[in-house]
Protein backbone atom coordinates (compact mmCIF):
# COMPACT_ATOMS: atom_id res chain seq x y z
CA UNK A 1 0.00 0.00 0.00
CA UNK A 2 1.31 3.40 -0.90
CA UNK A 3 1.21 6.52 1.52
CA UNK A 4 1.98 9.59 1.74
CA UNK A 5 4.37 11.74 4.15
CA UNK A 6 6.13 14.77 3.91
CA UNK A 7 6.20 14.90 0.25
CA UNK A 8 7.06 11.34 0.22
CA UNK A 9 5.54 8.44 -1.35
CA UNK A 10 5.96 5.34 0.80
CA UNK A 11 5.41 1.97 0.08
CA UNK A 12 4.94 0.09 3.36
CA UNK A 13 4.18 -3.55 2.75
CA UNK A 14 2.47 -4.34 6.15
CA UNK A 15 1.69 -8.14 7.27
CA UNK A 16 -0.30 -7.11 10.14
CA UNK A 17 -3.71 -4.92 9.85
CA UNK A 18 -2.62 -2.75 13.10
CA UNK A 19 -0.10 -1.40 10.30
CA UNK A 20 -2.75 -0.23 7.73
CA UNK A 21 -5.73 1.30 9.85
CA UNK A 22 -2.97 3.30 11.74
CA UNK A 23 -1.97 4.71 8.33
CA UNK A 24 -4.93 4.28 6.51
CA UNK A 25 -5.75 8.61 6.70
CA UNK A 26 -2.18 8.79 4.50
CA UNK A 27 -3.15 6.14 1.56
CA UNK A 28 -1.71 8.27 -1.87
CA UNK A 29 -4.18 7.24 -4.72
CA UNK A 30 -2.03 9.46 -7.20
CA UNK A 31 0.44 8.47 -10.15
CA UNK A 32 3.88 8.61 -8.64
CA UNK A 33 6.31 6.06 -7.79
CA UNK A 34 7.25 5.22 -4.35
CA UNK A 35 10.26 7.09 -2.87
CA UNK A 36 10.92 4.20 -0.59
CA UNK A 37 9.95 0.23 -0.53
CA UNK A 38 9.85 -0.67 3.66
CA UNK A 39 9.35 -4.59 4.10
CA UNK A 40 9.81 -4.91 7.83
CA UNK A 41 11.62 -8.29 8.90
CA UNK A 42 11.39 -10.75 11.41
CA UNK A 43 14.83 -9.37 12.68
CA UNK A 44 13.82 -5.87 12.49
CA UNK A 45 10.39 -7.18 14.91
CA UNK A 46 12.98 -8.82 17.63
CA UNK A 47 15.34 -5.44 17.65
CA UNK A 48 11.74 -3.54 18.70
CA UNK A 49 11.11 -5.84 21.50
CA UNK A 50 14.38 -5.25 22.97
CA UNK A 51 13.21 -1.79 23.73
CA UNK A 52 9.82 -3.01 24.32
CA UNK A 53 8.16 -2.38 27.81
CA UNK A 54 4.50 -3.12 27.46
CA UNK A 55 4.31 -6.89 25.55
CA UNK A 56 3.16 -4.97 22.45
CA UNK A 57 1.03 -6.58 19.82
CA UNK A 58 3.31 -8.19 16.59
CA UNK A 59 0.88 -5.07 14.87
CA UNK A 60 2.47 -2.38 16.78
CA UNK A 61 5.80 -3.59 16.73
CA UNK A 62 6.25 -3.80 13.11
CA UNK A 63 4.93 -0.15 12.55
CA UNK A 64 7.60 1.19 14.80
CA UNK A 65 9.98 -0.61 12.93
CA UNK A 66 8.61 0.49 9.78
CA UNK A 67 8.72 4.18 11.24
CA UNK A 68 11.89 3.24 12.19
CA UNK A 69 13.72 2.16 8.97
CA UNK A 70 11.26 5.29 7.39
CA UNK A 71 13.11 8.06 9.55
CA UNK A 72 16.68 5.96 8.78
CA UNK A 73 16.02 5.91 4.85
CA UNK A 74 14.61 10.27 5.29
CA UNK A 75 17.90 11.75 5.36
CA UNK A 76 18.19 10.88 1.69
CA UNK A 77 15.33 13.76 1.26
CA UNK A 78 16.67 15.85 3.54
CA UNK A 79 14.11 14.74 6.41
CA UNK A 80 14.49 14.09 10.40
CA UNK A 81 12.05 12.72 12.89
CA UNK A 82 11.92 14.98 16.12
CA UNK A 83 9.86 13.90 18.92
CA UNK A 84 7.89 16.92 19.60
CA UNK A 85 4.42 18.37 19.39
CA UNK A 86 3.60 20.53 16.86
CA UNK A 87 1.07 22.81 15.86
CA UNK A 88 0.27 25.63 12.69
CA UNK A 89 -1.13 28.43 13.80
CA UNK A 90 -2.32 30.20 11.15
CA UNK A 91 0.13 28.42 8.79
CA UNK A 92 3.45 28.69 10.58
CA UNK A 93 4.46 25.64 12.16
CA UNK A 94 5.47 25.98 16.51
CA UNK A 95 7.17 22.80 17.68
CA UNK A 96 7.40 22.18 21.70
CA UNK A 97 9.91 19.50 22.57
CA UNK A 98 10.94 18.26 26.36
CA UNK A 99 11.74 14.86 28.01
CA UNK A 100 8.52 12.64 27.94
CA UNK A 101 6.05 13.99 30.70
CA UNK A 102 6.87 17.58 30.54
CA UNK A 103 3.98 19.01 28.98
CA UNK A 104 4.12 19.36 25.40
CA UNK A 105 1.24 18.07 24.45
CA UNK A 106 -0.89 19.62 27.04
CA UNK A 107 0.68 22.75 25.45
CA UNK A 108 -0.70 22.44 22.30
CA UNK A 109 -4.16 21.83 23.27
CA UNK A 110 -4.06 25.08 25.49
CA UNK A 111 -3.00 26.86 22.08
CA UNK A 112 -5.74 25.50 20.63
CA UNK A 113 -8.02 26.15 23.58
CA UNK A 114 -6.84 29.90 23.49
CA UNK A 115 -6.34 30.78 19.46
CA UNK A 116 -9.28 28.31 18.56
CA UNK A 117 -10.18 27.04 15.09
CA UNK A 118 -6.65 29.59 14.31
CA UNK A 119 -4.67 26.04 15.69
CA UNK A 120 -4.65 22.68 14.10
CA UNK A 121 -2.13 20.31 15.00
CA UNK A 122 -0.02 18.89 13.03
CA UNK A 123 1.53 16.12 15.16
CA UNK A 124 1.30 15.37 18.63
CA UNK A 125 4.23 13.12 19.07
CA UNK A 126 6.43 12.09 15.83
CA UNK A 127 6.40 14.31 13.16
CA UNK A 128 8.38 14.57 10.38
CA UNK A 129 10.88 17.84 9.40
CA UNK A 130 12.04 18.64 5.72
CA UNK A 131 13.94 21.35 4.11
CA UNK A 132 13.46 22.55 1.01
CA UNK A 133 16.44 24.88 0.46
CA UNK A 134 16.29 27.49 3.42
CA UNK A 135 12.52 26.47 4.28
CA UNK A 136 12.02 24.07 6.99
CA UNK A 137 8.52 22.36 6.85
CA UNK A 138 7.51 20.19 9.99
CA UNK A 139 4.60 17.41 8.40
CA UNK A 140 1.71 15.52 9.90
CA UNK A 141 2.66 11.79 10.43
CA UNK A 142 0.45 8.87 11.76
CA UNK A 143 2.72 8.16 14.17
CA UNK A 144 1.10 10.59 16.57
CA UNK A 145 1.41 9.91 20.27
CA UNK A 146 -1.22 8.15 22.64
CA UNK A 147 -3.91 10.87 22.19
CA UNK A 148 -3.62 9.96 18.27
CA UNK A 149 -3.80 14.13 17.24
CA UNK A 150 -2.46 14.67 14.14
CA UNK A 151 -2.92 15.94 10.54
CA UNK A 152 -1.57 14.66 7.12
CA UNK A 153 0.01 18.69 6.69
CA UNK A 154 2.89 20.13 6.53
CA UNK A 155 3.72 24.23 7.26
CA UNK A 156 6.86 26.13 7.36
CA UNK A 157 8.66 26.00 11.17
CA UNK A 158 8.76 29.50 12.81
CA UNK A 159 9.19 28.42 16.42
CA UNK A 160 10.87 25.88 18.53
CA UNK A 161 10.22 25.99 22.18
CA UNK A 162 12.32 23.59 24.63
CA UNK A 163 9.35 23.56 27.27
CA UNK A 164 10.35 22.96 31.28
CA UNK A 165 7.72 23.08 34.06
CA UNK A 166 7.16 26.12 36.23
CA UNK A 167 4.97 27.99 38.47
CA UNK A 168 5.49 31.39 36.62
CA UNK A 169 5.68 31.59 32.42
CA UNK A 170 9.19 33.20 31.41
CA UNK A 171 10.56 32.83 28.34
CA UNK A 172 13.62 33.51 26.79
CA UNK A 173 15.95 32.55 23.29
CA UNK A 174 17.90 29.97 23.91
CA UNK A 175 21.74 29.41 22.27
CA UNK A 176 23.00 27.09 19.59
CA UNK A 177 24.93 25.75 21.91
CA UNK A 178 22.39 25.28 24.72
CA UNK A 179 19.78 23.52 22.62
CA UNK A 180 22.21 21.05 20.30
CA UNK A 181 22.22 18.41 23.11
CA UNK A 182 18.69 18.56 23.65
CA UNK A 183 17.79 18.51 20.12
CA UNK A 184 20.29 15.31 19.48
CA UNK A 185 17.92 13.46 22.55
CA UNK A 186 14.90 14.53 20.42
CA UNK A 187 15.78 12.15 17.52
CA UNK A 188 17.11 9.05 16.23
CA UNK A 189 20.79 8.51 17.53
CA UNK A 190 22.32 5.64 15.08
CA UNK A 191 25.19 3.43 15.98
CA UNK A 192 26.03 4.04 12.14
CA UNK A 193 28.65 7.42 11.91
CA UNK A 194 27.70 8.22 8.68
CA UNK A 195 24.42 8.61 9.73
CA UNK A 196 24.42 9.73 12.97
CA UNK A 197 26.82 12.78 11.04
CA UNK A 198 23.59 13.42 9.00
CA UNK A 199 21.50 13.96 12.39
CA UNK A 200 24.26 16.11 13.33
CA UNK A 201 24.28 18.65 10.34
CA UNK A 202 20.39 18.78 10.03
CA UNK A 203 20.49 19.75 13.33
CA UNK A 204 22.87 22.36 12.75
CA UNK A 205 21.15 23.55 9.91
CA UNK A 206 17.63 23.68 11.82
CA UNK A 207 19.52 25.92 14.26
CA UNK A 208 21.03 28.15 11.47
CA UNK A 209 17.18 28.20 9.98
CA UNK A 210 14.76 28.60 13.24
CA UNK A 211 14.91 30.64 16.30
CA UNK A 212 14.69 28.60 19.55
CA UNK A 213 13.25 29.22 22.83
CA UNK A 214 13.17 28.18 26.53
CA UNK A 215 9.99 28.32 27.57
CA UNK A 216 9.32 27.86 31.48
CA UNK A 217 5.78 27.80 32.07
CA UNK A 218 2.61 26.21 34.04
CA UNK A 219 -0.45 25.18 32.68
CA UNK A 220 -2.29 28.04 31.77
CA UNK A 221 -3.53 30.04 29.23
CA UNK A 222 -0.63 32.61 29.96
CA UNK A 223 1.95 29.99 28.95
CA UNK A 224 0.43 30.72 25.97
CA UNK A 225 0.23 34.33 25.68
CA UNK A 226 3.89 34.46 27.09
CA UNK A 227 5.28 32.06 24.28
CA UNK A 228 2.98 34.13 21.73
CA UNK A 229 4.25 37.35 22.26
CA UNK A 230 8.21 36.09 22.10
CA UNK A 231 7.35 34.90 18.42
CA UNK A 232 4.99 37.31 17.08
CA UNK A 233 6.84 38.93 15.11
CA UNK A 234 8.20 36.40 13.31
CA UNK A 235 5.07 35.26 12.29
CA UNK A 236 2.87 35.48 9.21
CA UNK A 237 -0.33 36.17 10.56
CA UNK A 238 -2.24 37.99 7.38
Not at 45 to 64: H, K, M, P, Q, T
Not at 179 to 198: C, F, S
Amino acid sequence: MLYSFAGLIIDIRFRDAFGQKLCERYVYTGERPADMVIEVTDQMIEAEREYDLYNSSFGLLESLAAYREICNRAFAYDCMFMHCSAISYKGNGILFTAPSGTGKSTHSALWRRHFGEAVQIVNDDKPLLRFYDDRVDVCGTPWDGKHHRSNNIAVPVKAIFVLAQAPENRVRKATHQEVLYHLLNQTIRPEDAALMGKVLDFCGRLLQSVPVYYLECNISEEAVQTAYEAIKGDLDEN
